[in-house]
């Protein structure tokens, strides 16, 4: 391992994966980076960085591997209160009233990165209780999408663990969860709101003309270049008057940061007007 450390070929590492996955590896420590290429090498029976430059270079699939290693997440439902405080006392019952006064019916909404799913739940959850009885006259529909396949299959099961669901009001804990076997299993009508797709941000979208996206904590792991693409495909995708709705630590960046104009600055929600 001592070797490891020394290797020169660490920065040649870095630099393909930059180059061939835009995924900014100045983002993370040294010490973090080594660790997850640590773990990959030994599952691929590699030594050097050179070795895994080169096994990289001959088998594409490994990126996925290395992908996953390097951008886990640890997920929660409601993850961020004020974020989902502002989404349900002012920007979606806003949306709801403007659909309401023009005579329309869709609400189209973008979960983009969406892993294990406790986001887009999280979403399914606060359109549930704000449509109330008036729920069944609207045609809701919830992209939930991630380049990560192994990780939908997971979502669509619905079940999480207690540290998973710290974060969920305890009328809604109660009223959309029952507790099985030590995991919290989603009802039925939240889980068949959400639609799950298997998306590629660079290479895909999920379609158009959505009232809100939700992309938070994704795009800080890609190069600025890759983000003002990625924001400019969300803007596309938006209708006019939809919301963006980005992580906390992360800033709107190129053209769509003029195009883009901020309604709740500390919650990073912006709007398409």
């Known amino acids: 391992m001592e070797s490891m450390r020394i290797d020169p070929g660490f920065d040649d590492l870095k630099q393909l994966i930059v180059q061939r996955r835009s995924l900014n590896c100045d983002h993370y420590k040294d010490g973090y980076l080594r660790r997850r290429f640590a773990v990959r090498m030994r599952a691929r029976g590699v030594s050097g960085y ?9 088998d594409p699939i490994e990126y996925d591997e290395l992908m996953r290693d390097l951008t886990i997440n640890v997920t929660q439902f409601f993850r961020d209160e004020a974020v989902f405080k502002a989404l ?12 309401v006064s023009r005579g329309e019916s869709s609400i189209r909404i973008w979960s983009a990165g969406c892993s294990s799913g406790e986001e887009p739940y999280s979403v399914s959850i606060l ?20 380049i990560d396949a192994e990780v939908l ?5 619905g079940r999480y663990l207690p540290r998973q669901v710290v974060n969920v009001p305890k009328p809604y804990l ?11 299993q989603l ?10 797709r298997n998306i590629d941000l660079f290479t895909a979208t999920a379609g158009s003309h959505f009232d809100l996206i939700l992309c938070r904590n994704v795009v800080i792991y890609f190069t600025r270049e890759m983000q ?7 803007y596309r ?18 053209e769509a940061a003029t195009l883009l104009t901020p309604t709740h600055t500390r919650e990073r929600i912006y709007q398409k007007r």
Request: overall charge negative; charged content about 30%.
């Open 50 to 58: 050179d070795d895994y430059v080169r096994l990289l270079r001959s």
């Open 88 to 99: 349900e006392d002012e920007v979606l019952p806003l949306l709801i009233y403007q659909k």
């Open 127 to 146: 359109m549930k209780e704000l449509l109330g009885e008036e729920f069944e006259r609207f045609s809701l529909s919830i992209v939930a999408s991630d």
């Open 153 to 157: 299959e997971s979502a669509k099961e």
């Open 174 to 184: 109660e009223r959309y969860f029952t507790l099985d076997d030590g995991l919290y």
């Open 187 to 196: 009802s039925p009508p939240i889980m068949e709101m959400v639609h799950f």
């Open 228 to 234: 003002e693409r990625l924001y400019m495909k969300f």
């Open 237 to 254: 995708s938006l209708r006019d008057g939809g919301y963006l709705v980005m992580g906390n630590t992360e800033t709107l960046v190129g």
